[in-house]
């Protein structure tokens, strides 16, 4: 078990480093917020080949590679170092490509640039999830420059999209679909995608809802005629989600995971058609999602709010009102506020199994290597991962970015946090072979 640790060494950190610049530098084309932003994972597809496919196979090294694109420009890339024993494998997932969007102005740096602070490498995407795609790389380098002979077989998967990746049909599920993870079943599957050394043994899914709200818009002079959509949402609205808390309390198990945070339903967007400020809005829509902990069905909980809007909606007259002349029915005009509720695609967050393996390597791993291990949960969502572990997948999760800049302004992660991460992984792969 020692000498793989020792094969295999510290981080490289002028490859690393090298590496990450060039990633850092990509990051202002790999931003995801469609429409507007329309990722190009392949130029980070491309740095990690120029590094990796002078190992591969066809020039005659051990790595296996494929670039998997469903989509122009938007590829995943596999890479597998062969062990000697087919039914054992360690894998290193969802190192995704694409940086959410950074405001330049909004920052003390260029976001879209690497910069050097003492131990600090600052730039958008060096916690998420850049920074890992560089770790890995150089972990595979290794494995491929060493000619380590391992039983398990190494696979590290650089996913094109983290956010939508299903809806879009370019990430992680297509892989999935096209049965990319099959042999990954044969041994823990690590996804690298969260951040502070330690193992994150919880997450939430997410249900993404739209609230669309009709009334009855008039002039501000003469409130008595319409039916206010704005006020209108925002009791609906509360009513819908004092019900959510109700049947949907914290958790007893959210203790034993360390959630920070229970449950939520809450609005996070709101769109009404415009207009002067002396027009009542007769319709407006609101946006936001639910974020639940993995010890809740999500069917349950889409089911029980189209009860609450259907319930609203029947008893509209009900409803709390704001000042004399507020009200959601105009009986003489027959006329009845009403609002209807709408979901995207759901998927379900994941309490990682304790007693397996994946999770005993993981911590004793984190203990040599960081001196302590106090696992976590937070209801940050990650794509698949339920899914996989209720298919039998040992599914655990950890990075080595900072939380505290996770999708933040001014994002940085720290070299020594990244070499300690790669010191993991090697005595991850170490106590496999034991």
């Known amino acids: 078990m020692a000498d793989v640790r020792q094969i295999l060494g510290d981080l490289n950190k002028g490859s690393f480093g090298d590496l990450m610049k060039k990633l850092i530098d990509e990051s202002k084309y790999v931003q995801n917020n469609p429409p507007d932003l329309i990722p190009e994972e392949d130029r980070i597809v491309n740095h990690v080949l120029d590094i990796l496919d002078p190992y ?6 051990p790595l296996v590679i494929n670039h998997i694109a469903y989509t122009p420009n938007r590829g995943n890339l596999i890479v597998e170092y062969p062990g000697t024993d087919p ?10 490509m694409d940086v959410v969007p950074a405001n ?7 976001p879209f640039s690497l910069s050097i602070d003492g131990d600090k490498l600052r730039g958008r995407g060096t ?8 770790l890995v790389t150089e972990l595979m380098k290794t494995l491929a420059e060493t000619k380590i002979k391992l039983k398990s077989t190494v696979i590290a998967i650089f996913i094109a999209s983290e956010e939508n990746a299903s809806i879009q049909g370019i990430g992680v599920d297509a892989l999935d679909e096209d049965g990319w993870f099959d042999n990954l079943k044969n041994g823990p599957l690590f996804w690298i995608d969260t951040a502070d050394k330690q193992p994150c043994i919880g997450t939430g899914g997410v249900i993404p809802w739209k609230l669309e709200v009709t009334g009855k818009g008039f002039h501000s002079g003469l409130p008595n005629k319409a039916i206010n959509a704005l006020e209108l949402g925002m009791d609906a609205l509360k009513e819908i989600q004092t019900r959510f808390y109700r049947d949907f309390p914290p958790h007893p198990k959210e203790k034993v995971y360390k959630f920070e945070a229970p449950s939520t339903m809450k609005p996070t ?3 009404y058609p415009g207009g002067g400020n002396n027009q009542i809005p007769g319709e407006c829509t609101i946006a936001g999602d639910v974020r639940l902990t993995p010890f809740y069905n999500v069917s349950d909980v889409i089911q029980k709010l189209q009860e609450y809007v259907d319930d609203l909606n029947a008893n509209i007259e009900q409803l709390d009102t704001r000042g004399p002349v507020s009200k959601y029915v105009l009986p003489e005009e027959n006329i009845r506020g009403s609002m209807s509720i709408s979901f995207d695609e759901p998927y379900s967050g994941v309490a990682c199994d304790l007693d397996s393996l994946g999770y005993k390597v993981l911590s004793n ?3 040599e290597v960081v001196g302590y291990v106090e696992p976590y949960s937070i209801t940050g969502s990650l794509p698949l991962i339920r899914d996989l572990q209720d298919r039998g997948y040992d599914v655990q999760t950890t990075g080595y ?4 800049t996770y999708h933040a302004d001014n994002e940085y992660c720290l070299l020594f946090d990244m070499s300690q991460g790669y010191q993991v992984f090697a005595s991850i792969i170490a106590q496999l072979e034991d």
Do not use: R, Y
């Open 56 to 61: 591969s196979t066809k020039n005659g090294g």
């Open 87 to 96: 039914k054992k494998v360690v894998s290193f997932v969802g190192m995704h």
């Open 104 to 110: 330049p102005e909004q920052w003390e740096f260029d």
């Open 401 to 404: 970015g900072i939380m505290d």
């Open 127 to 134: 916690t998420d999830c850049l920074g890992h795609v560089a």
């Open 365 to 367: 791993a984190t203990k």
């Open 269 to 271: 967007q709101w769109f």
